[in-house]
């Protein structure tokens, strides 16, 4: 069984920072693209940004400067470093990992979620 738990929410004001974690544990072979997606009240599920097992990453225009997602491999862990933060960040923010449970199979899993607020 693969887990996938995200911390470091919380209330922030505007223009505040906020580092978020997602750590992988269980019966991991190998992860490949990790991925934040963000989800505000009355709104679809939306791409933060990924990263893939290389090191690429990619970011939705709404943070582009602002955000930077990072990894480490050998914690199975990835990170999404926010900075000036806006109120229109506020959503609860969940992580999605590809992980391989043998070297032929790969499921995708999700987080939790976390709650980042953004509010003075």
């Known amino acids: 069984q693969v887990q996938l738990v995200e911390s470091g929410g919380g209330l922030v004001q505007p223009g505040g920072s906020l580092r978020l974690s997602c750590a992988a544990s269980?019966?991991?072979?190998?992860?490949?693209?990790m991925r934040w997606y963000r989800q505000a009240p009355g709104k679809e599920r939306e791409l933060v940004a990924h990263i893939t097992s290389g090191g690429s990453k990619n970011y939705a225009d709404s943070v582009k400067g602002r955000f930077t997602i990072s990894r480490d491999n050998a914690k199975n862990t990835m990170y999404l470093q926010m900075n000036s933060l806006k109120p229109e960040d506020t959503a609860v923010y969940y992580c999605?990992?590809?992980?391989?449970?043998?070297?032929?199979?790969?499921?995708?899993?999700w987080g939790q979620g976390t709650q980042v607020t953004v509010s003075s």
């Open positions: 269980g019966s991991i072979f190998g992860i490949s693209t």
């Open positions: 999605n990992a590809n992980c391989y449970i043998t070297t032929l199979q790969i499921y995708t899993y």
